[in-house]
């Protein structure tokens, strides 16, 4: 078995190392959807999201506390929606991580209950929000899955610092 040299910049300022680190590991990107008091839809881009227990079956999602989605996901909304985008859906991602007013008006999407679900997406689960707690700038929120629907396909992904669904640097 061949070994690979490992290079280490022990020089490297924690931050930026834990930076470059992670932008070798590839992330699903997930679209989190709530309904906010007032009875409209609230959404956030979240690649922090994770398989929490298979039983109950739980998601771990990791939602800064400056997003202005943290209030309804943390404080008011009960149940909220887990989106795992496809490939084609790099646009949907890019609207969800920017700070439009109306991110759902021109997406393809309806209340599923109380919680917004969008359309064409590889998977799609219905949370109820079953634990949060804070850790330095972001809160872990825990959500139980209720229901959903998983239509398959190629998902798009976060990796080296890009939305891709080609794990390979070429193509």
Do not use: N
């Amino acid at each position: 078995m061949a070994r690979h040299p490992v290079a280490v910049d022990s020089l490297a300022e924690p931050g930026a190392l834990f930076r470059d680190a992670m932008s070798a590991l590839a992330s699903g990107v997930a679209v989190i959807t709530a309904r906010r008091a007032d009875g409209r839809p609230a959404g956030l881009l979240a690649t922090s999201i994770a398989a929490y227990s298979a039983a109950p079956a739980s998601i771990m999602v990791s939602v800064a506390h400056a997003s202005r989605s943290h209030p309804v996901l943390v404080e008011h909304a009960e149940l909220f929606g887990v989106h795992l985008l496809a490939r084609d859906q790099e646009e949907a991602a890019r609207v969800f991580a920017g700070r439009s007013d109306d991110k759902y008006a021109e997406l393809d999407w309806e209340w599923d209950g109380e919680v917004p679900r969008l359309a064409g997406v590889v998977s799609y689960l219905r949370c109820a929000r079953s634990a949060v707690f804070d850790h330095y700038d972001h809160s872990v929120l825990i959500g139980d899955v209720l229901d959903g629907r998983h239509a398959g396909g190629e998902p798009l992904l976060w990796v080296r610092r890009r939305m891709d669904w080609r794990l390979s640097p070429e193509g």
